[in-house]
């Protein structure tokens, strides 16, 4: 069974700190890693990884995988209270169900003005 | 419509009660999901249509859940004789190819509470 771990599991700062959420996972037959930001309820899509030590970056939001140590990282620059939010790792592997995503608990950031 | 769309968005209903659950996807969404999210929980999946066929229903967590989606658009979701446990937000997802092809769109889901 596939498994994804999310750590910390919440995180408080101050307004332009800098933050890396980890996350680590177990999976069959690896397809993709996923970062999801959730504010109130529907989770927005962020990053999709699938080949290690390539960084994707979207202004000051950044992801990479490691494939060898079966980990992703998300990095926010120069936080803001909007960035406040739960921030979800899921995973898919290629195998025959290829189309579930496989969900951490989360990190919870709270960003403080 | 531009997004995924649910309703209700919250849902309040007596132990042993029936609801149904709705979730108009993306339009030309081949692809639907729906995902269970418990309190401090990441979600959970619970089935999975491509177009009008369920090929995945192995998340759903007792018989008393049932869904469909019988012209491969609006799909509904539901619970039968509630529980207390049934209590999560019921997130639902499209995506545009089948088999997992492409990204998913989650709607703002609805927040089940049963008393």
């Known amino acids: 069974e596939d498994k994804v771990v999310q750590s910390p599991l919440s995180l408080v700062v101050h307004e332009g700190d800098t933050v890396t959420l980890n996350c680590s996972y177990e999976?069959?037959?690896?397809?993709?890693l996923l970062w999801y930001k959730q504010e109130k309820k529907a989770p927005t899509f962020l990053f999709m990884l699938?080949?290690?030590?390539i960084e994707k970056k979207s202004g000051r939001l950044s992801s990479i995988l490691d494939k060898k140590e079966l980990f992703s990282i998300l990095n926010i620059t120069a936080t803001q209270t909007g960035d406040s939010a739960i921030y979800l790792c899921a995973v898919t592997n290629s195998g025959g169900s290829n189309y579930k995503l496989t969900f951490g608990k989360g990190t919870l950031l709270t960003v403080n003005p | 419509g531009a997004g995924v769309s649910q309703s209700p968005r919250y849902k309040v209903a007596k132990r042993g009660q029936d609801v149904a659950l709705r979730c108009d996807p993306i339009s030309g969404h081949v692809s639907l999901f729906w995902y269970q999210q418990a309190l401090g929980q990441g979600p959970e999946f619970l089935t999975y249509f491509q177009n009008e066929a369920q090929l995945d229903k192995s998340g759903l967590p007792s018989d008393r859940f049932f869904a469909e989606r019988p012209e491969g658009s609006v799909s509904t979701l539901k619970i039968q004789r509630t529980q207390q446990e049934d209590s999560a937000v019921y997130l639902c997802?499209?995506?545009?190819?089948?088999?997992?092809?492409?990204?998913?769109?989650f709607g703002q889901g609805t927040r089940l509470t049963v008393v």
């Open positions: 999976v069959t037959n690896f397809r993709s």
């Open positions: 699938t080949s290690s030590g």
């Open positions: 997802a499209s995506s545009l190819g089948g088999g997992g092809q492409g990204e998913a769109f």
